[in-house]
């Protein structure tokens, strides 16, 4: 009876050591679960569609020009070596990060280096362009996550957007320039942690047609700056261009309208927007790194 009673109790032993093992598998393989789900939630990417904007970088390329990449290639950006170090996602936060530091590669009519798209309403075509009467907007959300400073201590300035004038070929001809630059008429800066923008502005009011079209014909404004400071926390800007028109508004609170003679008048030319990194600096050391989680253009 004794024996019965031990093979008994052996059994019941070893049923409750199964189930116990098996329940605490259940709860293991629950928790790996959980952990991989909490995983996969951590990697987000940003919202920007790379499919009409093309991208200059601080690098040389086989020319000796600024390295420029256009679609489709640019939409392989995450393993083209040639983008790696200046455009790159941060998968933990959902950002495009735009690298730059001052390097040989610049280009035409500057002397700072930059990682900053360029748009292409065409892909891979720079001749098709907008005017202010056919309407624009853009708005990104965007963040500085790193910035050197100079000598007295004060952090370097960065455009991070701009709407670019543009010749068409056959203004271009018509004043007998070499390529289709025109001036900006829109930069948007960070500088000091603060939102500062600047336009231009006509030095003769009274120009017409052919005068309009040369760069010397234009002037920087004495340029505006927004009351919030933004710091390194994130911010969202947006750019609204209609008929003789443009505003510029940062985090949905504060605006400024440009609407005059300057603006009617800059209605001659074709325009494209920019975003990024396009770094005002030529300090030994000096870099910045943009991030943007959102960029949006409409027209």
Not at 104 to 122: I, P
Not at 248 to 270: A, D, P, Q
Request: charged share 25%; glycine share 6%; net charge positive.
């Amino acid at each position: 009876m004794n024996n019965r009673l031990k093979n008994i109790s052996l059994i019941l032993l070893i049923a409750f050591v199964s189930v116990n093992a098996t329940c605490q598998d259940k709860a293991s393989s629950v928790a790996d679960s959980k952990v991989e789900k909490k995983k996969k939630k951590k990697y987000k990417l940003p919202d920007v569609d790379l499919s009409h904007w093309s991208v200059t970088t601080p690098e040389l390329n086989a020319k000796g020009s600024a390295m420029n990449i256009e679609p489709p290639e640019i939409l392989n950006y995450a393993t083209d070596e040639r983008l790696l170090p200046y455009m790159y996602n941060d998968s933990t936060n959902g950002a495009l990060v735009f690298y730059a530091y001052p390097s040989k590669a610049t280009t035409a009519n500057t002397k700072y280096s930059r990682s900053e798209l360029r748009e292409q309403m065409v892909p891979g075509d720079n001749n098709t362009n907008w005017t202010f009467a056919q309407g624009a907007y853009m708005k990104g959300k965007l963040a500085i996550e790193d910035i050197t400073k100079d000598s007295n201590g004060k952090y370097h300035k960065v455009i991070i957007m701009q709407i670019h004038g543009r010749l068409t070929n056959e203004q271009r001809d018509l004043i007998g320039q070499k390529d289709n630059n025109a001036p900006p008429i829109l930069k948007i800066y960070w500088e000091n942690g603060k939102i500062r923008v600047k336009t231009k502005e006509l030095k003769n009011i009274g120009a017409i047609g052919e005068e309009l079209l040369h760069e010397d014909a234009w002037d920087d404004d004495k340029g505006f700056n927004f009351e919030q400071a933004v710091g390194f926390g994130k911010f969202t800007l947006e750019v609204k261009v209609s008929e003789g028109k443009m505003v510029v508004v940062l985090n949905n609170s504060e605006y400024k309208v440009y609407e005059n003679i300057h603006m009617r008048k800059w209605g001659v030319f074709e325009n494209y927007f920019k975003a990024g990194n396009y770094f005002q600096s030529r300090d030994e050391g000096a870099f910045a790194k943009v991030k943007y989680y959102e960029l949006e253009v409409k027209h």
